[in-house]
């Protein structure tokens, strides 16, 4: 797994890829940690190239949005597809997070 | 055991036995595996995605609240498909038995990032034993149907 963090003002996006699981995820975590730290307002994850995820990885995203919540910032998702949507649907965390098709579009809803 | 390897041992194309020190980086060594024995057993894609996060669920459980830790104890896998190439997983570790009722699976109309796990590993497998028979250790075994 590896990640890219892009920053724009205001706003972070970051790009993962590869298989997300409970050996690397606090790269992940950090990596959020990090954003809501420095006090950026607007968090974008980018799971297009993602290829698969385990409850760690999910729970960090979970946890990304609520300390996010806290911290008075927005916290969203993009590219949530294939199996890795179909653990989304599961496990109903789709209607928790704001998911896009696109970074564009999640970032213009920003 | 050496440390950081997975031993595996190919019994037939429809039987694989594996084994592995209780640590987190050997879980995706484990999924390619499972990868490859499913897929020649004529799973499909999302089946084979559904069996390798059931199997990691359990693996990263039996680290975290069996072993309490990472490198404590090992952990073996038996692999096997059935005439009817229904799958069967056994995953036996030889940690202190945990107590079942202690492990909440996860509410879902809470956003919770606990309890996902083994919410993930019920939901996914179309059964789910645990064999607490023995004075120490839990025998784990999962099964998924070729055929939903």
């Known amino acids: ?110 | 055991m050496s440390k950081e390897k997975l031993n595996v041992r190919v019994v037939s194309d429809e039987e694989i036995h594996m084994s592995m020190r209780g640590l987190r980086s050997l879980i995706k060594p484990i999924r390619d595996k499972l990868e490859d024995f499913a897929q020649e057993n004529g799973f499909n894609s999302r089946q084979i995605y559904e069996i390798k996060l059931a199997v990691n669920e359990a693996l990263a459980n039996i680290i975290k609240h069996g072993y309490k830790g990472e490198d404590v104890g090992d952990i073996e896998l038996s692999v096997e498909t059935n005439n009817m190439g229904d799958l069967e997983i056994a995953i036996q570790d030889f940690a202190e038995i945990v107590d079942m009722a202690k492990l909440v699976s996860r509410d879902l109309d809470k956003v919770e990032d606990r309890g996902l796990g083994l919410f993930l590993m019920n939901s996914l497998m179309d059964e789910v034993e645990y064999n607490l028979s023995q004075e120490k250790g839990t025998r784990l075994i999962l099964k998924k149907k070729l055929k939903p």
């Open chain 1, 1 to 110: 797994m590896s990640e890219l963090v892009e920053k724009t003002n205001d706003t972070a996006v970051i790009t993962l890829q590869g298989e997300l699981d409970v050996n690397n995820v606090d790269n992940l975590k950090s990596a959020i940690e990090a954003e809501l730290q420095e006090g950026t307002g607007k968090i974008l994850v980018d799971l297009k190239n993602v290829s698969y995820m385990d409850s760690a990885a999910l729970g960090v995203l979970v946890s990304g949005l609520k300390r996010a919540r806290l911290a008075n910032a927005q916290f969203k998702l993009a590219n949530v597809t294939g199996n890795v949507e179909n653990i989304f649907k599961l496990t109903r965390l789709t209607k928790f997070f704001e998911i896009y098709t696109s970074v564009d579009e999640a970032v213009e809803s920003f």
